[in-house]
Every structure is written in structure tokens, then in C-alpha cells.
T-cell receptor
Framework: DQQVKQNSPSLSVQEGRISILNCDYTNSMFDYFLWYKKYPAEGPTFLISISSIKDKNEDGRFTVFLNKSAKHLSLHIVPSQPGDSAVYFCAASVTNAGKSTFGDGTTLTVKP | EPEVTQTPSHQVTQMGQEVILRCVPISNHLYFYWYRQILGQKVEFLVSFYNNEISEKSEIFDDQFSVERPDGSNFTLKIRSTKLEDSAMYFC????????????????FGPGTRLTVL
């Protein structure tokens, strides 16, 4: 049972434009939603999170939107930079210190 | 900046052998985790550890696996008798003990140990 899904394996955008990465989940018990960024040969790096009672959380160029009724979240990166090129994982957790359940990842390529 | 470290970076072993993967979490963190990523697949949770005991484990974490915090700094994952399908990147992570209302306790990941079982 794939509880967290990222349906787009890859995304390519031009530098300066908006990157939108999408994620769907099935488990209604999830209370925290997370985005991680991963470069090759490195571990995932936490980017941003949102709790289930909010619908938006912003941190600099990164904004996460949560639509709880649709069980959907998205990560917006504005403006996109070449250094943002990486694999982005959506993840979810039932508690604020619990395990992260990961999606398959989306490879973002930002072209100069 | 404090970081999670893992050793070795790459471990090659024969099927049936025991391996111990080592992690040094960030010093003031009290929650510890192991995840793995088989090549081409998603990152999967294995086990979490708090207050010197396992707090949660996945179905992957069977009797062949064990974790230990032998001293105040190391956190280890032992695989007793490795199988070919144990070949993967193994990531250790840690997070603070502070419970912050409506805020997720960010997990800091190490660089991983690539385990190859031949």
C-alpha cells in the first residue's frame, strides 16, 4: 500500500520560473507533511513541513500547500535556481517525532 | 554546523555474514532512526529509537536486524545474516527531543552507508 505518492518522476523548469512538485497521500492519520531534498551520494535534507491544521507554510523561496480534503500537497519553489536541481521527496508522519513515510521522489532539473 | 556521520561509507560483504553499520547522531538529539533506500526505490523506514529502546519498527525490521546505542555517542544497526536483498543505502537520522506544538521535529540525515551483499 503506497501511502504517499509522487506521480511525476521528473520535472524540468527554466531558471527564474516557478517549480511545482505534487504529492498525494492516502492515510488520514498523517498529521505532518514534509518535503526533503536529496543530492546524489548524500542523505535527504529536510526542507519544509506543514501540520494538518494549516493549508500553507512559507519559508523563503519555498511554500508548501496542503489540501486536506483532497489529500494533496504541493511544493512551490519561486524563483527556481539551478542549485535547486535535486530529487525532492514528499513524506508524511503521524506524529511530530515519528517516522517519515516517503514518496518515490521527483527529480527536478532547473535549466540556466 | 552539527551533522550526523556514518561509517563506513561503503561496506561489501558476503551473503550470510554479519554487518554493523555505525552512526554518530547530533549530540543533543534524543530520537534516532534508520532508513534504507534500495537502488531505484523509495526511502523506507526501518526503526526508531528513543530512551534506549525501540519506539517503532517496520515489517522490514525482522529478527535479523537489531539496533543499539552502546555508548553516549554511537547508534548502530546490525544485520545478523545478510541477504542479497539487503543491498541498499542505509541512512541514519536523528532529531531533537523538544516537542513543539504543530511543528515537526526535523530529522537530520547522515550521508548513508552503501551496503553491497555479494
Amino acid at each position: 500500500d503506497q501511502q504517499v505518492k509522487q506521480n511525476s518522476p521528473s520535472l524540468s523548469v527554466q531558471e527564474g520560473r516557478i517549480s511545482i512538485l505534487n504529492c498525494d497521500y492516502t492515510n488520514s492519520m498523517f498529521d505532518y507533511f514534509l518535503w526533503y531534498k536529496k543530492y546524489p551520494a548524500e542523505g535527504p535534507t529536510f526542507l519544509i513541513s506543514i501540520s494538518s491544521i494549516k493549508d500553507k507554510n512559507e519559508d523563503g523561496r519555498f511554500t508548501v500547500f496542503l489540501n486536506k480534503s483532497a489529500k494533496h500537497l504541493s511544493l512551490h519553489i519561486v524563483p527556481s535556481q539551478p542549485g535547486d536541481s535535486a530529487v525532492y521527496f514528499c513524506a508524511a508522519s503521524v506524529t511530530n517525532a515519528g517516522k517519515s513515510t516517503f514518496g518515490d521522489g521527483t527529480t527536478l532539473t532547473v535549466k540556466p | 554546523e552539527p551533522e550526523v556521520t556514518q561509517t563506513p561509507s561503503h561496506q561489501v560483504t558476503q551473503m550470510g555474514q554479519e554487518v554493523i553499520l555505525r552512526c554518530v547522531p547530533i549530540s543533543n538529539h534524543l530520537y534516532f532512526y534508520w532508513y534504507r533506500q534500495i537502488l531505484g526505490q523509495k526511502v523506507e523506514f526501518l526503526v526508531s529509537f528513543y530512551n534506549n529502546e525501540i519506539s517503532e519498527k517496520s515489517e522490514i525490521f525482522d529478527d535479523q536486524f537489531s539496533v543499539e546505542r552502546p555508548d553516549g555517542s554511537n547508534f548502530t544497526l546490525k544485520i545478523r545474516s545478510t541477504k542479497l536483498e539487503d543491498s541498499a543505502m542505509y541512512f541514519c537520522a536523528s532529531s531533537e527531543s523538544t516537542s513543539r506544538y504543530l511543528r515537526y521535529n526535523e530529522q537530520f540525515f547522515g550521508p548513508g552507508t552503501r551496503l553491497t551483499v555479494l
